[in-house]
């Protein structure tokens, strides 16, 4: 019996309607909420500014394009290096601006299309740039979890981590149904009930907190090095809209590059960031977990992408949910990090794998070797008052490294030519 498809512009009954919504939120969840965990922040924030953009990015996209916005991994390492710096305030201001030249960058894709992007940021290089999202923050998983840079290990910590991590590693293997969608929500749940067991959760604020409470808004703040650390994700956040957009129009059967357009879904994507980023939210990106529903369940509705962004919006004013999800202890997080981070890194080389990139060739061998070292090695520059390091450098030199390429390879130069 082949699956029913609900197509985007169709609408859903109510008593389906309520639980696929949940479920693509439930899908977002645990990786969303990480993200401010990772930089400090209430999650309350980042649930209502992930609901409202959204609702912004259906409006814009015209309710064409099907996606989530959850909280973006790509802004990780620069912003972990700005906020031990100067503070979250301060990373806030690179999210803005980097919303901004994404906002730009639509108004360009818009007028020139996105060949352009291939010559700067070729498979070759951009798959080693977003694997090194994740394998940058993989020592950050242990020190999360309390089992690296501590004097004693605690056994209970040990516990918990290995619960939270053996369910959420099984969990992808072995669940099946509605359970496949939200192995790591359930791998969180399974961490704190571990933690309650074990006497390491405190629901002091839990107790304090008021039902209804506004999430906690703060302005950002910019400095110039600060945002010139962050800068270079945009190029990173743009590579991965574009593929999602791609996977997304082929699950549905509709080419969203062309109708509503890139430029558009772009726009949306980085407007979100940016306002986000403005009020003490972290940047938003379209969601692959989000993408993945759609494909197991075979309904592609906005309403349901709707009715996900507005249970994520309410959860968000509710004080003591919020405090609830703060109590989630370091060892949890921990735990589903190690596999998070891997599933980052893993991204990074299936843009190799998916677009075949051949090895053959002395400039892919080049570019991504170098990348990787680059960005694995420590090594730093300093640019006035300006530090690129891991990632955010190793994004830099693949840029030049395939501008260089490219103009050899326009005058002939290269030896590796069809």
Known sequence: MEKKIIQVDEKVPVKMLIPLSIQHMFAMFGASVLVPFIFGINPAIVLLMNGVGTLLFI????????????????????????????????????????????????????????????????????????????????????????????????????????????????????????????????????????????????????????????????????????????????????????????????????DLIKDPGLHRSIFADNFSTMISGLIGSVPTTTYGENIGVMAVTGVYSVQVIGGAALISIL?????????????????????????????IGTSGLRILVDNQVDYGKSRNLTLTSVVFVVGLSGLSLNLGNVQLTGMVLACVVAMILSLVFYLLDRFHLTNDQE
């Open 59 to 254: 409006f814009i996209t015209k309710g064409k394009a099907p996606a989530y916005l959850g909280s973006s991994f790509a802004f990780l390492a620069p912003a972990g290096v700005v906020i031990a710096k100067y503070g979250f305030e301060y990373a806030q201001g690179g999210f803005v601006v980097v919303g901004l030249c994404g906002c730009i960058l639509a108004f360009i894709i818009y007028k020139f299309g996105t060949k352009w992007i291939d010559i700067v940021l070729p498979p070759a290089a951009m798959g080693p740039v977003v694997a090194l999202i994740g394998l940058e923050l993989a020592g950050s998983a242990a020190s999360t979890a309390g089992l690296v840079g501590v004097e004693k290990i605690e056994m209970s910590s040990v516990i918990v981590f290995l619960v939270t991590l053996g369910v959420a590693i099984f969990g992808q293997v072995l669940f099946r149904g509605f359970l496949s969608v939200i192995p790591i929500l359930i791998a969180i749940i399974a961490g704190y009930v571990a933690s309650a067991f074990c006497g390491i959760l405190d629901f002091t604020d839990v107790a304090q907190a008021s039902w209804f409470a506004l999430p906690n808004f703060h302005l950002a703040k910019f400095n110039a090095q600060a945002i010139l650390t962050i800068l270079p994700v945009v190029l990173v956040i743009a590579s991965e809209h574009i593929g999602h957009q791609i996977v997304t129009g082929k699950i549905i059967g509709r």
């Open 315 to 343: 959860i968000s004013f509710c004080g003591k949910l919020s405090a609830l999800i703060s109590t989630i202890p370091g060892p949890v997080i921990g735990g589903i990090s190690i596999l998070l981070y891997g599933m």
